[in-house]
């Protein structure tokens, strides 16, 4: 069975890696991030999505874990990723966020309590979030590999993951590790504005929308994440030292650490993703 339109646009690829954008093609990558609110929402709901695990676009599939600080640039980088090479983004964050938005009442008290550990900047016990991407196996399956953002977060989420991808008969590429200073990141997680129907992330001094707080995708009004109060700011970064940066070592160790300074542009930062990649042929 193919994979419906919605689904390919936003997770087939659409351009070959480094070439210059044309019109048409940025207007592609422009449908496909608007064509993400439904396909977060299979995530979401955990509906199938159909695709045909064989199936092949003829691009390289990769299948990456990105890792990196809160606010280093991880979903912007995603959203890059995703559009030109094609893979499937699995943000977990992004799934919670989403899950704030439906009707209390359907939420299972596991979500309602993870919702409640990510409005202080905790994490999500670790049972809860891997249940989540066990549910949602079949991104990993995605026929031009798969972007996991924001997951693992810790040792255990690590460990669980290679479970899940050897009963796949799946392995990682690579773990791309951005890096950048606390300053830096700072300053990214305070100006950032998001939009709450598409997904799309903007700031307010680099990555400006074309109307003040309205998003360039879908026109809704731009919000400042919940997370990004300043208190919740400072637990995350103190969560992210403790439970997160572990992990570093962890894909050092099993060869699969690719490191990329990330203060550049979103381009600049995107370019160097793309060199590193290629190295593994
Ligand atoms: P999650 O949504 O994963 O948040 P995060 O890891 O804290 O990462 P962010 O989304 O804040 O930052 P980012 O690196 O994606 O940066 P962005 O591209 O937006 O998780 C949120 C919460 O959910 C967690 O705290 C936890 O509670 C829970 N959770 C999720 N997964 C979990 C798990 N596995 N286990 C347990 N709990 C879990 O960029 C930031 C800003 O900078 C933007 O405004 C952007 O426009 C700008 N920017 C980006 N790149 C550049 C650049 N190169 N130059 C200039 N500006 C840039």
């Known amino acids: 069975m193919a994979p419906e339109k919605n689904q390919l646009a ?6 070959e890696p480094c070439a210059a954008l044309s019109t048409k093609q940025e207007e592609q990558i422009m449908n496909a991030q608007r064509d993400k609110a439904p396909w977060l929402k299979a995530w979401l ?4 999505l159909k695709l045909e695990p064989g199936a092949s676009t003829g691009q390289r599939a990769y299948r990456l874990v990105l ?6 640039g991880k979903g912007t980088q995603a959203e890059l990723l995703s ?14 966020r989403a899950a704030k938005a439906l009707d209390p009442a359907k939420l299972s008290p596991a979500l309602k309590e993870a919702l409640e550990y990510m409005h ?9 979030v891997v249940a989540l991407v066990r549910e949602r196996a079949h991104c990993l399956r995605w026929p031009t590999g798969f972007l996991l953002d924001g ?12 479970q899940i991808l050897s009963a796949e008969g799946l392995a990682l590429d690579a773990v791309l590790n951005f890096e950048s200073p606390v300053e830096l990141i700072v300053a990214r997680l305070s100006g950032r504005r998001t939009c709450p129907k598409c997904k799309a992330v903007f700031h307010i001094q ?7 707080n309205v998003c360039d995708n879908c026109g809704t009004q731009l919000v400042i994440r919940d997370d990004d109060r300043p208190e919740a700011i400072r637990v995350r970064l103190d969560v992210y030292q403790k439970s997160t940066a572990p992990l570093v070592e962890f894909y050092r160790q099993r060869g699969l650490l690719l ?11 995107y370019q160097l993703t793309l060199a590193a990649l290629r190295k593994l042929g």
């Open 67 to 72: 890792l990196g600080a809160p606010g280093v």
């Open 206 to 212: 680099t990555r400006k929308p074309k109307v003040d």
């Open 151 to 162: 997951f693992p977060r810790t040792v255990p989420q690590a460990e669980a993951l290679e």
């Open 10 to 15: 936003y997770c087939a690829g659409f351009v």
């Open 45 to 48: 709901e955990a509906t199938e």
């Open 259 to 269: 490191s990329i300074p990330a203060e550049g542009t979103p381009e600049e930062v």
């Open 120 to 128: 202080r900047g905790e994490l999500v016990p670790d049972d809860t």
């Open 83 to 96: 559009a030109r090479l094609g893979p499937c983004h699995l943000a977990t964050g992004d799934i919670f």
